[in-house]
Structure formats: C-alpha cells, structure tokens
C-alpha cells in the first residue's frame, strides 16, 4: 500500500495544473467582458466623393456610426447597410428619418474596407459612406 504522502506528491502536479488552467480561464472570461462592456467609438461619416474614403477606424472596437443625411429626401425610414470590400453584408436595419442625422452600431469587424449605404424604402440607393478598419501598429 502507498503511503498517504507519496499519493499527495503524484497529485500535486495534476492540481497545480487544474489551477493554472483555472485561472487562464478566469483572465481570459474577465478580459472578453472588458472588452464587450467598452462602449463603442463614435464615428461621424459623411458621404464620400472626389477624395475618396478617408475615415479610418482602429481594429478591435464596436463602431457607433453617425450618418449625415442632410439633403435626402424624406420617405418615413430609410434602410442602412454596412458591407465589406467583397460585398459580405455585415449589418442591415431600418433608421427613421426624422432626424437630419442616422446612428447605427456595427460590431467589431475584421481589418478592411467597409462601405455603409442608405436607401429609400424602393431600394434606391440615396447616400454611400465608407470607412476602414486599420491593423494595430
């Protein structure tokens, strides 16, 4: 028979290892709900033209987007919808048109180019945006 202290040495190991494991898996948990409760980044678009998109957001954070609509016609709502470069919707909703100004919240989306279009209720496209999500440096 083994005794009582030789057994406890033989588990020691498997113990430490269930307690590191254990606590990675508090720090990890604990960091994912840092990071879902950061409020998103305000980001004010306007609709893109000669020069091109030159918003630029960084990588990793949800985005609260505030669309200029001054100047469109007003139909009740419009619809919004936030595409990758390779046509890949990302999100689409109704905002009301009420207001000369639209926010919409997008996830955090990959490193990229993103372009964010608002169209009437017949499908008419009446207003692009665009914005790109850059690499951490």
């Known amino acids: ?8 040495a033989r588990a020691l190991p498997v113990l430490i290892g269930a307690a590191l494991l254990a ?8 960091g994912k709900r840092v990071l879902e409760a950061s409020p998103p980044l305000a980001v004010d678009l306007h609709a893109f033209g000669d020069k091109g998109i030159e918003t630029q957001v960084p990588l990793g954070v949800a985005l609260l987007l505030h669309l200029d609509l001054a100047g469109l016609p007003v ?3 419009y619809a919004v919808e936030v595409d990758d470069a390779s046509g890949v919707q990302v999100l689409q909703e109704g905002v ?3 207001e000369l100004q639209a926010t919409v919240k997008v996830p955090s989306v990959p490193p990229g180019l993103y372009f964010v279009r608002v169209t009437a ?9 665009g914005f790109r999500v850059m690499h951490h440096h």
């Open 96 to 98: 009301g048109a009420q």
């Open 23 to 30: 606590l990675v898996a508090v720090v990890v948990f604990q």
């Open 1 to 8: 028979m083994e005794s009582s202290s030789r057994a406890a």
């Open 75 to 77: 139909p009740g709502s």
């Open 121 to 129: 209720p017949s499908g008419e496209l009446l207003r692009e945006y």
